[in-house]
């Protein structure tokens, strides 16, 4: 029994919940043509045990879009930055807390996918309208370019989505979301936010320790700082031989929920 009770003591620590900080959201915007869009269209839209996203694309239709400004849709702090390759490609994950029409509050993430670079790192902390990436056509250049961009109310899906409800119980619809939450009341202030909420999908975890974090003082309001310079490019590009597919909703209709 010595023995058993030693390794609950030495297991619990490694499985308890982590915390960090980051700004309060004082709004939400669309992720692209910021703040409202402008340029752009939603190619195909969300649905529940379907398309659990939204698809962007430019208005110029074929790949016209590709390399242009992919934005955080609000402030928070980077949860996921890898190229997940298969169906995805590069991929950021920026999670938001924000004050709900309960007075409480509560937490997002949205994820931005497909893209050509990425411009934020794991732990990073942006702003509202900052880049995170840029517009492109998935691993090897596979689809027409597009965003493909999604809010979860569930911390826990990470990359895993087959492990959790394709329902609202899980996810936000995009544009329903932000039009709800376009401006918030302004508390410039850092808030706790959860993370390692990746369990069964995310190999790599935040460590609080590893993250410069803002000084938590009662009644001092601090800045997370952006840094000047972008912190990690990564190209997702690769040459192929194969013909890019059309943009046509019979192939999009083709794609792995994404």
Known sequence: MGVAILAAAVVEPLQAQSYTSARLADGFDYPVGKPDAYGYYVYRGFSQNGHLGEDWNGNGGGNSDEGDPIYSIANGIV????????????????????????????????????????????????????????MGRGPYRMYAAHLHFEIRKDLRVGMRRDLYPKTYATYHSPRTFINAHR????????????????????????????????EMTSGTTVRPEVPEEIGEVIAAEADVKAATPEKTKSFFDKLFGS
Do not use: C, M
Request: aromatic fraction near 10%; proline fraction near 3%; avoid cysteine.
């Open 79 to 134: 949860v996921f930055s890898e190229d997940y390759e298969r169906g995805w490609g590069n991929v950021v994950i920026v999670r938001h807390a924000y004050r709900g029409k309960s007075g409480q509050v509560e937490f997002v993430d949205s994820l931005y996918g497909h893209l050509k670079l990425r411009s934020v790192k794991f732990g990073q902390q942006v702003t509202r309208g900052q880049v995170v990436g840029t």
């Open 183 to 214: 401006r918030l009341r302004l508390e410039d202030r850092l808030v706790r936010i959860p993370i390692n909420t990746f369990l069964k999908s995310n190999p790599n975890k935040i460590f609080t320790e590893a993250i410069d974090l803002p």
